[in-house]
Antibody, heavy 122, light 108 residues
Framework: EVQLVESGGVVVQPGGSLRLSCVVS????????MHWVRQAPGKGLEWVSL????????YYADSVKGRFTISRDNSKNSLYLEMNSLRNEDTAFYYCVKDHYHSSGWHWFDPWGQGTLVTVSS | DIQMTQSPSSLSASIGDRVTITCRPSQDIDKYLNWYQQKPGKAPKVLIYAASSLLPGVPSRFSGSGSGTDFTLTISSLQPEDSATYYCQQTYSTPPWTFGQGTKVEIK
């Protein structure tokens, strides 16, 4: 069974830092691109960041560029999100998501972890 | 970045009704369009990829259509378990791969 388990979500003050982790099992982690997607309470989904299978390429949403860093440790089946200079608007559930790539060029997100809540508040 | 506009933002329909949700990207995305279902307190689940391809295990009452800048998700006969929020997502070219704002489907 494929599992993605996020951790690290806490309450943090504006301007603070935090590192989220996601440990995966049930699939060959280093074969897959991975994503972070967030969702503010009661709001919609926002794609945050992507990292390719070997970490060679990363992409970020404009809203987090320069503040967040995605990384992975394939030896530990783990994905990370380093979050700095946190703002109130970063408050959200953060989901770790596996990229599914079809040979025809299609990508979709499946499966998703259960999410970890980051609250930025003074 | 490509902006995704869904409509309506919410709807209420009866069991057995045909329900249609529209998604319009701000530029041509060919068929690089996915649909997700999210139930309260749960992570999203993918239903459709490439605009119209149903994932295994997804009920056949769900269907997707469209290409370019106009897409639809249709539930042919609404069931109680379909009460959820539905999101479209584009995966055209390089990221960011943006989502629509969501459509909440409620049962009358």
């Amino acid at each position: 069974e494929v599992q993605l388990v996020e951790s690290g979500g806490v309450v943090v003050q504006p301007g603070g830092s935090l590192r989220l982790s996601c440990v995966v099992s049930g699939f060959t982690f280093d074969d897959y691109t991975m994503h972070w997607v967030r969702q503010a309470p009661g709001k919609g989904l926002e794609w945050v960041s992507l990292i390719t299978w070997n970490g060679a390429s990363t992409y970020y949403a404009d809203s987090v560029k320069g503040r967040f860093t995605i990384s992975r440790d394939n030896s530990k089946n783990s994905l990370y999100l380093e979050m700095n200079s946190l703002r109130n608007e970063d408050t959200a559930f953060y989901y770790c998501v596996k990229d599914h790539y079809h040979s025809s060029g299609w990508h979709w997100f499946d499966p998703w972890g259960q999410g970890t809540l980051v609250t930025v508040s003074s | 970045d490509i902006q995704m506009t869904q409509s309506p933002s919410s709807l209420s329909a009866s069991i057995g009704d045909r329900v249609t949700i529209t998604c319009r990207p701000s530029q041509d995305i060919d068929k690089y369009l996915n649909w997700y279902q999210q139930k309260p307190g749960k992570a999203p689940k993918v239903l459709i990829y490439a605009a119209s391809s149903l994932l295994p295990g997804v009920p056949s009452r769900f269907s997707g259509s469209g290409s370019g800048t106009d897409f639809t998700l249709t539930i042919s006969s609404l069931q109680p378990e379909d009460s959820a929020t539905y999101y479209c997502q584009q995966t055209y070219s390089t990221p960011p791969w943006t989502f629509g704002q969501g459509t909440k489907v409620e049962i009358k």
